[in-house]
C-alpha cells in the first residue's frame, strides 16, 4: 500500500526557510514522479513542484521558481522541498503526492497522497 508522510512545516517570519520531508513506502521511488502541492482553507489544489522518477527532471510553477528546490533521496526514500525566502502568501498546507510521471509543475491529480504539513509565514 502506498503512503507518503509529509513533515518538517511550521511557522517561519517572512524571508526565512523551511525543508519539507516527505517519507515514502509500499512503492519504488525510482517508478514514481512526486509532486509538491499546496491548498489554503477555501481554495484550490496549487501544483508547485515535481521531480520525474528516473531522470530527475524538476519543474517549478512561476509563484517558487528561483526560490524552492525539490530533491530526493532514493536510499532514504525521501523527497524534499527546500524553500527559500518565504512570503506570506506562501503560507498553505503543503502536500507530497505521487504520481508514474511527472505531468508539470501545476498537476494535482496525482494518485497517492500523504497527509499534508502546515506551513505558515508570519511575522
Known amino acids: 500500500q502506498a503512503q507518503l508522510v509529509e513533515s518538517g512545516g511550521g511557522l517561519v517570519q517572512p524571508g526565512g526557510s523551511l525543508r519539507l520531508s516527505c517519507t515514502v513506502s509500499?512503492?519504488?521511488?525510482?517508478?514514481?514522479?512526486i509532486g509538491w502541492v499546496r491548498q489554503v482553507p477555501g481554495k484550490e489544489h496549487e501544483g508547485i513542484s515535481c521531480?520525474?522518477?528516473?531522470?530527475?527532471?524538476?519543474e517549478y510553477a512561476e509563484s517558487v521558481k528561483g526560490r524552492f528546490t525539490i530533491s530526493r533521496d532514493y536510499a532514504k526514500k525521501m523527497v524534499y522541498l527546500q524553500m527559500n525566502n518565504l512570503k506570506p502568501e506562501d503560507t498553505a498546507v503543503y502536500y507530497c503526492?505521487?504520481?508514474?510521471?511527472?505531468?508539470?509543475?501545476?498537476?494535482?491529480?496525482?494518485?497517492?497522497w500523504g497527509q499534508g504539513t502546515q506551513v505558515t509565514v508570519s511575522p
Open positions: 521531480i520525474s522518477p528516473t531522470e530527475g527532471r524538476t
Open positions: 509500499g512503492f519504488a521511488l525510482e517508478h514514481y514522479a
Open positions: 503526492a505521487a504520481d508514474p510521471e511527472c505531468m508539470g509543475a501545476y498537476y494535482v491529480g496525482y494518485d497517492y
